[in-house]
């Protein structure tokens, strides 16, 4: 099935303190157009630079997560990311008019709860998965950190805290994509820390907007009258109570929030690969550091496997049944023998096509290019990726019989390695921006076996050609 992407219908905007910093501080979140993925916007320095959320960008600060470009960063972006993909979001501009995210509740709830209000927008483009191949782990020097990521067919995260704490020893949570809501039973679920953390945060100049209305404050052994009166002044609260090992009297959502708040945080952290994952993510006590880790992890994976000339998994489809075989493709294509030279059609979206050509001793090119070493041509390469280029624009019209392509412009052709009699040429298309006005821009490559052969831009105008 094919998914498409998705942005938000309109903008909404929340305000409140950075957690860390303690300052007030706005975000507002808007549309995007396709392929932007998240990328915040930093309004409040000259210039208004603009940070990708990707993990190429992460750096580690204590308890929280960081991105850097440039000189400017942002902090504690993990339960708005978390909503934003649990959400089912692709694409987002998000302006901040200071350096961290309002930590709000501690949660994702209010950003989960805008996002529905605001409602989402589908958009002329698939969404882009990426789909683990292998296993892939990381482990924390002293071991008791480790987060594992394997193959599945779905995204799926299974998160176990366990803690030297006679009230927070073992905690299990799990999340599967499509099955667990994510609204009700993970974006509520709050940051918690634990008192004698807590301290040393607060004395070492951190987490200034922290206080009980945004935190769990654990509290795993017993405590002085003395000691409670203290924590209220650094609290800035009249009185704190402890019940059940929690300071003021909180009432959690779940059993298990403290394990259900750290998978909203793999869930935001791991978003940063840019991807959509398909994967069974396990998480073994983790946090921020060992989150960034994996991601960046992800993302070199994903950065190796789209880089231009790497072999795209989808091709191998052409081991299948085709789409359109040479008697179709004559139906939509005025090209005829010796030029036509797409042979079947394997895939065919609303913004990708995938094709071939057999390319034989038979064809009269090779007479004359040249005698004694047969070589394809390179502009009948071009030509034979645009003609398959042709077949994706007629699919988006009615009448694909009473239209033609004309080929506007051709970019950036590069060609990479010789074709000769006895290879198959496979080519990929896709578009680059949606159809307007009959003119569409799309990217094409062709290769043989594994091999990058042939890459361009092409842009063309559909044109109808019968009444």
């Known amino acids: 099935m094919i998914v498409k992407q998705k942005t938000l219908k309109g ?3 929340l305000c409140g303190k950075g957690l860390h910093t303690g300052k007030d501080v706005c975000a507002v979140f808007k549309p995007a157009e396709v392929n932007t993925g998240y990328v915040i916007v930093r309004t409040d320095l000259e210039g208004a630079p603009e940070i990708p959320a990707l993990a190429k960008y992460v750096e580690f600060a204590d308890r929280a997560s960081c991105l850097r470009k440039d000189g400017a960063q942002v902090m504690t972006l993990e339960h708005a990311m978390a909503a934003l993909y649990g959400s089912g979001i692709d694409n987002c501009r998000i302006e901040l008019n200071g350096e961290e995210f309002p930590i709000l509740d501690g949660s994702a709830r209010y950003y989960t709860e805008a996002i529905e209000n605001i409602g989402l927008q589908e958009q002329d483009a698939e969404r882009r998965f990426f789909t683990v191949k292998k296993r892939m782990e990381f482990c924390s020097e002293d071991g008791k950190t480790r987060i594992t990521v394997v193959p599945d067919s779905e995204y799926a995260v299974n998160t176990v805290v366990a803690y030297d704490s006679p009230y927070l020893t073992m905690q299990y949570a799990s999340y599967v994509e499509g099955v667990t809501d994510f609204a009700k039973e993970v974006a509520p679920s709050r940051t918690f820390v634990f008192l004698r953390d807590a301290e040393a945060l607060l004395a070492n100049g951190l987490i200034k907007g922290g206080d009980l209305s945004n935190a769990i404050v654990i509290v795993d052994r017993k405590m002085e009258q003395t000691e409670i009166d203290h924590l209220a002044k650094l609290f800035g609260y009249d009185n704190i109570q402890v019940k059940e090992g929690i300071l003021n009297n909180l009432e959690l959502y779940f059993d298990n929030e403290p394990a259900r708040h750290k998978m909203l945080d793999v869930i935001g952290d791991l978003a940063l690969c840019g991807r959509f994952i398909k994967g069974r993510v396990i998480a073994e006590r983790p946090g921020h550091k060992a989150n ?13 496997e789209e880089r231009e000339d790497a072999y795209p998994a989808d091709l191998d489809i052409i081991t299948e049944t ?3 075989d040479i008697n179709k493709i004559r139906s939509l294509l005025p090209h005829r023998p010796p030029f036509l030279l797409v042979d079947k059609i394997f895939r065919l979206t609303d913004n990708m096509v995938i094709g071939c050509k057999n390319v034989t001793m038979n ?5 004359g290019h040249f005698p ?3 070589v394809m041509p390179g502009v009948l390469m071009v030509e034979a990726m645009s003609q398959c280029g042709g077949i994706l624009v007629l699919n988006s019209v009615p009448d694909p019989e009473n239209y033609s392509t004309y080929f506007m412009k051709i970019d950036g052709v590069k060609f990479r390695n010789k074709v000769v009699p006895g290879d198959t040429l496979v080519f990929k298309l896709m578009t680059t921006a949606p159809i307007k006005r009959g003119i569409v821009q799309m990217k094409g490559y062709a290769y043989v076996g594994k091999k990058l052969v042939c890459e361009g831009e092409f842009m063309a105008q559909v044109a109808k050609t019968k009444n």
Request: no cysteine; hydrophobic share 50%.
């Open 292 to 304: 960034a880790s994996m991601v960046k992890m992800l993302y070199k994976e994903i950065v190796a």
């Open 11 to 13: 903008e909404f905007s």
């Open 322 to 324: 085709p789409l359109m």
């Open 363 to 367: 064809e009269p090119h090779f007479v």
């Open 372 to 374: 004694e070493e047969p």
